[in-house]
């Protein structure tokens, strides 16, 4: 069965700081792995996707997210955080079964000026 | 306006009471899902379709009931609310499933007293 696992809960990082938030997946295929943003009050919005080909992608407002098939990992980064970035981040699974998404239970970050 | 409508954008309702969460959409997309969040527990699936008579159950179906009265609209029913449906409802769209990533409204805020 298709699984997420995003291990922190909440990550807290100074404004321009570097940020990685953990994926990791468990999937018999290929995966099509996802990320996904909610900010305060809003819905979520894709930030990247990965089906195949080069393994670090790049996604909206300055992400990127690297695919590692030996770590089954879907980390995303982003070099330089901003007092905006402040939000909760999904990542998402695509499975076969009804064509949709397994989400992980995201991360909630926070940014201090 | 929003390419994805959800009304109410907050409600509080009797436990034992019928409620309804409307969503619309002007994206022309086929599929359409309603999920649930919950804190710790990430997004869930409650039910999704991919066309006017194509309904499917989620995960998480027991306790609700869906409509799609249209290609632009499927709401949401909970026939006899109870105080664990309490949590942030959204609706989502996609063309033609994950592989487009889903487009979602800004949600439902919902407690069942």
């Known amino acids: 069965a298709q699984s997420v696992t995003q291990p922190d809960i909440h990550i807290t990082v100074s404004e321009g700081a570097s940020l990685e938030l953990r994926c990791n997946y468990s999937y018999g295929a290929t995966p099509y792995l996802f990320w996904y943003v909610q900010s305060p009050g809003q819905g979520l919005q894709l930030l990247l996707k990965?089906?195949?080909?080069?393994?670090l992608v790049q996604g909206i407002k300055g992400f990127e997210a690297e695919f590692k098939r030996s770590q089954s990992s879907f980390n995303l980064r982003k070099p330089s955080v901003h007092w905006s970035d402040a939000a909760e981040y999904f990542c998402?699974?695509?499975?076969?079964?009804?064509?949709?998404?397994?989400f992980g239970t995201g991360t909630s970050l926070t940014v201090i000026p | 306006d929003a390419d994805v409508t959800q009304t109410p954008r907050n409600r509080i309702t009797k436990t034992g009471k019928r409620i309804m969460l409307e969503c619309s959409q002007t994206k022309g997309h086929d599929r359409m899902y309603w999920y649930r969040q919950d804190p710790g527990l990430g997004l869930r699936l409650i039910y999704y379709s991919f066309d006017v008579k194509d309904i499917n159950k989620g995960e998480i179906s027991d306790g609700y009931s869906v409509s799609r009265q249209a290609q632009a609209k499927f709401s949401l029913s909970l026939e006899s609310a109870i105080p664990n449906q309490t949590a942030l409802y959204f609706c989502?769209?996609?063309?033609?499933?994950?592989?487009?990533?889903?487009?979602f409204g800004s949600g439902t805020r919902l407690t069942v007293v």
């Open positions: 998402a699974v695509g499975a076969n079964t009804g064509n949709q998404f397994y």
């Open positions: 990965y089906f195949s080909g080069d393994t």
């Open positions: 989502a769209t996609s063309p033609g499933g994950y592989v487009y990533g889903y487009t």
